[in-house]
């Protein structure tokens, strides 16, 4: 089992920046793939990127490239969602999800574990 817990949600103004870690612990998750998704009211589950922990390889949804960065400390078993350039668009919960296939899947289905979720809102 992997245990996922996120923190560093909260209100924002557009314009700004946020950043939430999901810190990762149970057994071994070095080769998995780290997602991160969110889910704004009324609407799916959408991914918003994803990262490797050997290597660091990065992939991203469209509405955020740019604005959005994630990496991740080995040393800290934690990944980070830094997130610039907010706008109300952005608000959501956002979840921290591990796929232990590491198969590169931008959807729900393709991640086994996930975190709580954690709460972004997003002022005009």
């Known amino acids: 089992q992997v245990q996922l817990v996120e923190s560093g949600g909260g209100l924002m103004q557009a314009g700004g920046s946020l950043r939430l870690s999901c810190t990762v612990s149970?057994?071994?998750?070095?080769?998995?793939?780290m997602g991160w998704f969110r889910q704004a009211p009324g609407k799916e589950r959408e991914f918003v990127g994803a990262?490797?922990?050997?290597?660091?390889?990065?992939t991203y949804a469209d509405s955020v490239k740019g604005r959005f960065t994630i990496s991740g400390d080995t040393v800290k078993n934690t990944v980070y969602l830094q997130m610039n350039a907010l706008t109300s668009e952005d608000t959501a919960i956002y979840y921290c999800?591990?796929?232990?296939?590491?198969?590169?899947?931008?959807?729900?289905?393709?991640?086994?574990?996930w975190g709580q979720g954690t709460q972004v809102t997003v002022s005009s």
């Open positions: 990262i490797t922990w050997f290597g660091g390889t990065t």
């Open positions: 999800a591990a796929d232990p296939r590491a198969s590169n899947r931008p959807t729900v289905s393709g991640y086994d574990y």
């Open positions: 149970g057994r071994a998750f070095w080769s998995y793939t």
